[in-house]
């Protein structure tokens, strides 16, 4: 919201009201911005980036849930192989 508000975005309209280079802005942040330790504080880092970190944070998510679920079924097979 402060990036926002230091680029004159208008927070009270929708989306599809505001300007290409605002949209642009928002999906894709400020040109400047490098990463999330050199400019992360200081520059808005778009919908697109925080999407694309967000998606490494899920797939992270299924793969632990996936090893869970092994672990358990081989667990399962190895009380059932030995009754």
Same mark, same amino acid.
């Given at each position: +919201? =402060?990036?926002? =508000?230091? @680029?004159?975005?208008? *927070?009270?309209? %929708?989306?599809?009201? *505001?300007? %290409?280079?605002?949209? $642009? !802005?928002? *999906? &894709? #942040?400020?040109?400047?911005?490098?990463? !999330?330790?050199?400019? #992360?504080?200081? $520059? !808005? &880092? #778009?919908?697109?980036?925080?999407?694309? !970190? *967000?998606?490494? =944070?899920? &797939?992270? +998510? $299924?793969? @632990?849930?996936?090893?869970? /679920?092994?672990?358990?079924?081989? @667990? /399962? @097979?190895? /009380?059932? /192989?030995?009754?």
């Amino acid at each position: +919201m =402060k990036y926002a =508000k230091k @680029r004159r975005i208008p *927070l009270d309209v %929708p989306y599809r009201s *505001l300007a %290409p280079e605002q949209k $642009h !802005w928002v *999906l &894709y #942040g400020d040109t400047d911005w490098i990463d !999330w330790k050199k400019t #992360g504080k200081t $520059h !808005w &880092y #778009g919908v697109k980036v925080f999407f694309d !970190w *967000l998606e490494t =944070k899920a &797939y992270k +998510m $299924h793969i @632990r849930v996936l090893c869970r /679920a092994t672990a358990r079924t081989r @667990r /399962a @097979r190895r /009380a059932t /192989a030995r009754a």
